[in-house]
Every structure is written in structure tokens, then in C-alpha cells.
């Protein structure tokens, strides 16, 4: 795939008509999209489970609420740290993926990272497509693809992350940010 197709560092928002429970209302934000397939996490779904209680060391680091998110249905007992880091150069431990966000080497001492992170959020488990699903989805109108902003990973509020991402598009789409959670309740 060329670079000019890849959406990786896009997010995916789920439309009203998706009806796979793990993504109602869900906000992606795509890590890796090639030829291969894609991989993502949710980044608006906490836990109830806290940093400190899976990933004692980083849990100083981890951006507000401090919870650890559910980054999609697989893997979930594996952890993937995204990071926030400004400027041009990013330290050891951490890959750049699109813009200032990138992967955080969980294996890497947080006192090596901890002065460089903008912010940090853990993710358990992540959102994968094979080759093709991807495409397959987006052409069947199951999600949005929008550009993302260093922010939307580390939102202090990610329950309302989907129509915040909404409602900052243009036209047709940022009136979707107000489709009601049941719209049979109308």
C-alpha cells in the first residue's frame, strides 16, 4: 500500500448503523493500515481498572482518568502504551507512529521516559482487521475515517470522545455528534 493510502494515524468512528457491540460508538485510531491488514485501539473505552494495578511503574506517567482502556477485542492480556511526545526527536522506548503519537516500549525503565511524554495512555488488548477487512468495512459505510489530533488520546473526558470527534467535522458530518444513543426513544 502507498503511503498516500494508509490511514494509519487516522481514526475510524463508528456510524450510527454499526452494529458490532465492541464498536458501538467507538473512536480507532489506526496504529498500522498496509497490505497486511490493520491494528488500532479504542481509545474511548475505559476500565474500571486503574494503571497503578496492572503497571504499577508507569501509573504516575498515565494520563487522567488513569485507567487502563480497552483498545479493542484482541489480545486483551497485553498491554500497548501510546504516547504523546512533542518535538522533532523522541527518546529510546518509544516509536513514532504518525505526528507526536507513538508506541511506548512497556519494557523500557519510565524514569527513561518519563520527562519526554506529553501523555501517556495504556491500552489492553487492540482492534486488528486482516488483509482487506478494513477496505471491506469502510466501503459496507461502517465507519468514519477522520484525521486525529495529538489530543484525542489522551482526552480527560473519552466517554464523550465520539461526538467531540464529530462535531469538530464539517458539514453533514458533525451533525451526526448529536444522533441520539437510542434513537427509538425519539
Do not use: C, K
Request: charged content about 20%; aromatic content about 6%; proline content about 10%.
Amino acid at each position: 500500500m502507498t503511503e498516500v493510502s494508509s490511514l494509519t494515524g487516522r481514526l475510524l468512528v463508528a456510524t450510527p448503523a454499526l452494529a458490532d457491540p465492541n464498536f458501538d460508538r467507538a473512536v480507532v485510531l489506526l496504529l498500522d493500515h498496509d497490505d497486511e491488514g490493520s491494528l488500532g485501539v479504542v481509545l474511548n473505552r475505559p476500565t474500571p481498572v486503574t494503571v497503578g494495578d496492572i503497571l504499577a511503574p508507569w501509573a504516575g506517567l498515565a494520563g487522567e482518568p488513569g485507567v487502563v482502556f480497552q483498545g479493542g477485542p484482541v489480545s486483551l492480556d497485553a498491554a500497548l502504551g501510546i504516547a504523546v511526545i512533542p518535538g522533532d526527536e523522541g527518546p529510546l522506548g518509544w516509536r513514532r507512529v504518525y505526528g507526536a503519537i507513538g508506541l511506548v516500549d512497556l519494557e523500557t525503565p519510565p524514569e527513561l521516559l518519563g520527562p519526554a511524554l506529553g501523555s501517556l495512555r495504556i491500552f489492553a488488548g487492540y482492534a486488528g482487521w486482516g488483509p482487506g477487512q478494513m477496505e471491506s468495512e469502510l466501503g459496507a459505510g461502517a465507519w468514519y475515517v477522520v484525521e486525529s489530533e495529538p489530543g484525542d488520546v489522551s482526552s480527560p473526558q473519552p466517554e464523550t470522545l465520539w461526538r467531540q470527534v464529530l462535531r469538530r467535522q464539517r458539514g453533514d458530518l458533525a451533525m451526526i455528534a448529536t444522533y441520539p444513543d437510542d434513537p427509538s426513544l425519539n
